[in-house]
């Protein structure tokens, strides 16, 4: 099993599959959060299920944190008066 190379996105749960982009090995993750484990199912990925893609629940949570914690009211009076 590769490990290290197989990328697990913010939202995956168990029952999702997962692959590594190295030898395109397909893995079925089991578990708890937090406590995940790989298990190989035999097969392997095709191309589309290989290429990388933006995590978006990670990218969402980022940006909703950073807006939280910026003082938008405060921005949009001074646009208003602008």
Do not use: H, W
């Not at 099993?1 to 997962?18: F, H, K, Y």
């Not at 937090?34 to 893609?53: D, H, I, M, P, S």
Request: charged residues 20%; aromatic residues 4%.
């Amino acid at each position: 099993m590769c490990g290290p190379t197989i990328v697990l996105e913010r939202g995956t749960r168990a029952g999702d599959l997962t692959y590594c982009r190295c030898c395109t090995g397909q893995y079925k993750v089991e578990g708890p959060v937090g406590e995940f484990k790989l298990v190989a199912t035999g097969a392997q990925g095709n191309a589309a299920q290989l290429e990388a893609r933006p995590d978006e629940f990670l990218i969402a949570g980022l940006i909703s944190e950073s807006a939280a914690g910026l003082n938008l009211s405060g921005v949009l009076k001074q646009s208003a008066r602008a």
